[in-house]
């Protein structure tokens, strides 16, 4: 079981925005603004999205963007291509422990 | 450009030890900016942090793991490994090494293509 719960799959259609949650607890996402973001394509590694809530490393296109909210984190990506068709993690810091926390993972369907 | 490439058994039986190597090429491991690490992929399942080290050989490990495992540091080589010892097949999974951004976020920002690693008789 998950430290932080993603919704199991997500969709839209081309052009559409949407929008994955990222839930934990005060102990992780809800007091610590280093939440991360990963997307996987079959059969190859994540890649960094997003960083601290909210920042995009270099390279990373603008319509893909993170916030925070007490406990949950979400990313949205907005005007939906195929090529965002995707798992999704998201990762937290955690004051329990000296180690990175995964979400479960979410799969990002484009319709 | 960084490069990390994994490297080892892909078949290990039950009960042994499963060991990795991780060589990185473009950059050098000592830097102090960054930990270096290891993460599991069960096959059609989520990630799995398993453990991390610094070019000094300071180690974090996942305590569900920590019992049976140790990750090490050759500078030398520009290489890092990990040992899991006693596997089932439950330690069947994808292995990633990865760059780590120091600091409290522990990004990871530069992965390896993986290495799939079942554990058979």
């Known amino acids: 079981q998950s430290a932080l719960t993603q919704p199991a799959s997500v969709s839209g259609s081309p052009g559409q925005s949407i929008t994955i949650s990222c839930t934990g607890t005060?102990?992780?996402?809800?007091?610590?603004?280093?939440v991360s973001w990963y997307q996987q394509h079959p059969g190859k590694a994540p890649k960094l999205m997003i960083y601290?809530?909210?920042n995009r490393p270099s390279g990373v296109s603008n319509r893909f963007s993170g916030s925070k909210s007490g406990n949950t984190a979400s990313l949205t990506i907005s005007g939906l291509q195929a090529e965002d068709e995707a798992d999704y993690y998201c990762?937290?810091?955690?004051?329990?422990?000296?180690?990175?926390?995964f979400g479960g993972g979410t799969k990002l369907t484009v319709l | 450009q960084l490069q990390l490439q994994e490297s080892g058994p892909g078949l290990v039986k039950p009960s042994e030890t499963l060991s990795l190597t991780c060589t990185v090429s473009?950059?050098?491991?000592?830097?102090?900016?960054?930990?270096w690490g290891w993460i599991r992929q069960p096959p059609g399942k989520g990630l799995e942090w398993i453990g991390s080290?610094?070019?000094?050989?300071?180690?974090y490990y996942n305590p569900s793991l920590k019992s049976r495992v140790t990750i090490s540091v050759d500078t030398s080589k520009n290489q890092f490994s990990l040992k899991v010892s006693s596997v089932t097949a439950a330690d069947t999974a994808v292995y990633y090494c990865?760059?780590?951004?120091?600091?409290?976020?522990?990004?990871?920002?530069?992965w390896g293509q993986g290495t799939l690693v079942t554990v058979s008789s």
């Open positions: 473009g950059g050098s491991i000592s830097s102090s900016s960054y930990y």
């Open positions: 601290d809530v909210s």
């Open positions: 005060s102990s992780d996402v809800g007091d610590y603004n280093y």
């Open positions: 990762s937290s810091y955690t004051s329990s422990s000296a180690y990175v926390v």
């Open positions: 080290i610094y070019y000094s050989g300071s180690t």
């Open positions: 990865a760059r780590i951004l120091s600091g409290p976020g522990n990004y990871l920002d530069y």
